[in-house]
């Protein structure tokens, strides 16, 4: 052939063949991205992302996930709020905090611990041995969830006016330190920082949540993502339910892969789950009496700013479906 002829016409249906292969294949592809639902989660360092994929149930996704990570669940419930993420967790009275403020969400799902996990800590030296003592002390918490509560709780059972305490609203890093330093008496805080604080500070505990709290960690949506993702937000949440049920058989296994991940101790680690027992809870009549009790509760020590309805504030479908 001679430069600057022209190729054969085979050659030349050939190039188009392939180039209209190319051109459906482009088209496929750009279709099947569209078609595919991303579900933004919101996570914690060795949150519910590793955990799923430890216990080997993050395989063959429907859809895809789109994951971030805070470094605690008020960012996630701020961006639940804002409709950056679909899914999040959190502790139940911080849940019910962000919902009374207006936030479009719903619990969905969730998982109880140990009521006994939450605990109010003293130094090992404190001459404080029970509730009872806590009267004209200072007290850290985080404000608006389980460590407010807690203190509310505590000092109502053993007759103490609110006003007969000092609460510090201390975040747990910060409270931690402040126990330590002497500055604040006692600590009502939860897991993991509870067994760190009891293993690595020689510090003990003086009350707990038993009968106080219901302990309980919900699985949140937004109400965009119920609406426009609700297979797929369903379907995370039953590979979450059958995760933590795989964990409760696995500690050792599950603490050793956490305590990687956040560089906590893993003897730490593994005392929390043990203490927790995390397992997942059905959001049925039970359950949502039990939240608004405390929620009534909440609304009583000034934590929440009204008094809610907590049907209105969880969906039960997510429940009713993984049941069938």
Do not use: C
């Not at 949150?47 to 216990?55: E, V």
């Not at 960690?217 to 609700?230: H, L, P, Y």
């Not at 203490?275 to 049925?284: C, E, G, L, T």
């Amino acid at each position: 052939m001679r430069f600057g002829s022209h190729p054969r016409p085979a050659g030349r249906r050939l190039g188009a063949a392939l180039l209209a292969a190319a051109v459906t294949l482009a088209s496929a592809a750009a279709a099947f991205a569209a078609d595919t639902v991303v579900l933004r989660v919101g996570d914690q360092k060795g949150g519910n992302r590793s955990l799923l994929g430890i216990a080997g149930v993050a395989k063959d996704l429907p859809y895809r996930i789109e994951g971030s990570e805070f470094p605690a669940a008020a960012p996630i419930l701020e961006a639940l709020n804002a409709g950056a993420l679909d899914v999040g967790y959190t502790g139940d009275l911080s849940f019910l905090t962000a919902y009374a403020s207006g936030a479009p969400i719903r619990a969905i799902g969730g998982t109880r611990s140990d009521a006994r996990t939450q605990a109010i800590l003293v130094r090992q030296d404190s001459p404080i041995r029970s509730a009872t003592d806590l009267k004209g002390k200072r007290l850290a918490g985080t404000r608006g969830g389980w460590g407010q509560f807690l203190i509310s709780a505590t000092l109502e059972k053993a007759g103490i006016a609110p006003r007969e305490a000092t609460f510090a609203p201390l975040n747990p890093v910060d409270a931690r330190g402040a126990l330590m330093a002497g500055s604040v008496d006692a600590w009502a805080v939860w897991e993991p920082y509870a067994s760190f604080a009891t293993l690595k500070d020689g510090a003990r505990p003086i009350a707990d949540g038993e009968g106080l709290t219901p302990t309980i960690t919900f699985i949140v949506a937004s109400d965009s993502a119920i609406a426009t993702k609700r297979v797929a937000v369903q379907d995370f949440l039953t590979r979450l339910n059958k995760a933590r049920l795989w964990s409760l058989d696995h500690l050792d296994e599950y603490a050793r892969n956490t305590a990687g991940l956040t560089k906590l101790p893993e003897d730490v680690v593994r005392a929390a789950y043990a203490a927790q027992r995390s397992s997942p809870v059905a959001i049925d009549d039970g359950v949502v009496k039990e939240i608004q009790e405390a929620s009534d509760r909440a609304t009583r020590y000034g934590i929440l700013s009204r008094t809610l309805d907590v049907g209105r504030a969880v969906d039960r479908s997510f429940t009713a479906a993984a049941s069938h």
